[in-house]
């Protein structure tokens, strides 16, 4: 199972930054298309961010359209999301994916599908 390691979460005020890493070790991600999704408490899991395996198509939900920016180093086979301007509704746990399905174009459809067996995720607390 291609299951990536989130990490970078963490504690911040309204109005702070956090960047979230996806990494893997044993499999690459600079040929895979990622998805970045959340989950809050009490709420249903949320499609963010996803980008195809080219970079040429990247959708972001209209919640973090402005925000957030999904970007590649491919030199640590990491896959990261630099959250700006963040706010207490940000507050969740996020999760990355390296098995996105081939969509083509449709990055936002890659983000709207529904997928099984999750990793542990970061958690990020947005708060004063």
């Known amino acids: 199972q291609l299951q990536p390691v989130e990490s970078g979460g963490g504690l911040v005020q309204p109005g702070g930054s956090l960047r979230l890493s996806c990494t893997a070790s044993?499999?690459?991600?600079?040929?895979?298309?990622i998805g970045w999704f959340r989950q809050a408490p009490g709420k249903e899991r949320e499609g963010l961010v996803c980008?195809?395996?080219?970079?040429?198509?990247?959708y972001y939900a209209d919640s973090v359209k402005g925000r957030f920016t999904i970007s590649r180093d491919n030199a640590r086979n990491t896959v990261y999301l630099q959250m700006n301007s963040l706010k207490p509704e940000d507050t969740a746990v996020y999760y990355c994916?390296?098995?996105?399905?081939?969509?083509?174009?449709?990055?936002?459809?890659?983000?709207?599908?529904?997928?099984?067996?999750w990793g542990q995720g970061t958690q990020v607390t947005v708060s004063s």
């Open positions: 994916r390296a098995d996105l399905p081939y969509l083509g174009f449709d990055a936002q459809a890659m983000c709207m599908l529904s997928y099984d067996s």
């Open positions: 044993e499999f690459t991600l600079d040929n895979r298309a």
């Open positions: 980008i195809s395996a080219g970079n040429r198509y990247i």
